[in-house]
């Protein structure tokens, strides 16, 4: 048993590995946090879908991950921004487009955890967790 010190980017490398390999599903350790991430990711339209399997330790989160005719995926960069030794927080008029509105920040706000569309809308800043494009 090994011991995480960041789960997220414990996730966000499986997710990685899993799309430079090809396969079409990745299983993480679940949590409220990496539900609450699949869930942008699905609604974005990154990853085809999502579901939690009950095993009899820990819950798992199995993505399935989302490919174009060409067998490209739909995910192009993965990339942590706040890490447990430095957290990066960011004000709702600093809230700035990724990759011309191609890619999305994912922020962990006092409303929950959203993109950082609906933060602009709402206007609440908060913690960048990460950034996918």
Known sequence: MSC???PISDM???MRNAIKAGHLKVDIPSSKMKVSIAKI????GFIKNFKIIDDNKQKLLRLYLKYNANNQPAILSLQRISKPGRRVYV???DL???YNNIGIRILSTSKGVITNKSAKKLNVGGE???EIS
Request: proline fraction near 5%; include cysteine.
């Open 4 to 6: 995480i010190s960041d």
């Open 12 to 14: 966000l490398t499986r």
């Open 41 to 44: 990711l699905k609604d974005e």
């Open 91 to 93: 004000s709702a008029e």
């Open 96 to 98: 700035r487009p990724v």
């Open 128 to 130: 960048i967790v990460c």
